[in-house]
C-alpha cells in the first residue's frame, strides 16, 4: 500500500522560511515524477513545482525564486524549500507521485501559514 506523508508545515512571519517534507513508503519511487500542490481556503487546488526522475524541476511563476524542489531517492523522499514566504503563500500543501500509466498518489496535506 503507497502511502505520502507530509511534514514541516506550520505558521510563519512574511519573509520568513519552511522546509516541507514528503515521505514515500513505496517500491520504484525513483522513477516517479514528485510534486507540491497547494489550496487555499475557497480556492480550487494548484499546482506548485514538481521534480522528474531525471531531477529536472519546474516551477509555478509565483513561487520562481523563492521555492526550491528537491528528492532524496537513498530517503524516498522529496522535499520543498520555501523562503521569502508571503501571505498568499498560505495554504494546506500536498505531496503527489505520478508516473505513467500508473496510479497517481497523494498525502492527506500539511498547513503552512504565513501570516504577521
Known amino acids: 500500500q503507497v502511502q505520502l506523508v507530509e511534514s514541516g508545515g506550520g505558521s510563519v512571519q512574511p519573509g520568513g522560511s519552511l522546509r516541507l517534507s514528503c515521505a514515500a513508503s513505496?517500491?520504484?519511487?525513483?522513477?516517479?515524477?514528485m510534486g507540491w500542490y497547494r489550496q487555499a481556503p475557497a480556492k480550487q487546488r494548484e499546482w506548485v513545482a514538481e521534480?522528474?526522475?531525471?531531477?529536472?524541476?519546474t516551477y509555478e511563476d509565483s513561487v520562481k525564486g523563492r521555492f526550491t524542489i528537491f528528492r532524496d531517492n537513498a530517503k524516498n523522499t522529496v522535499y520543498l524549500r520555501m523562503n521569502s514566504l508571503k501571505p498568499e503563500d498560505t495554504a494546506v500543501y500536498y505531496c503527489?507521485?505520478?508516473?505513467?500509466?500508473?496510479?497517481?498518489?497523494w498525502g492527506q496535506g500539511t498547513q503552512v501559514t504565513v501570516s504577521a
Open positions: 503527489r507521485a505520478s508516473r505513467p500509466y500508473w496510479p497517481t498518489y
Open positions: 513505496m517500491s520504484g519511487f525513483g522513477v516517479y515524477t
Open positions: 521534480i522528474t526522475s531525471n531531477g529536472r524541476s
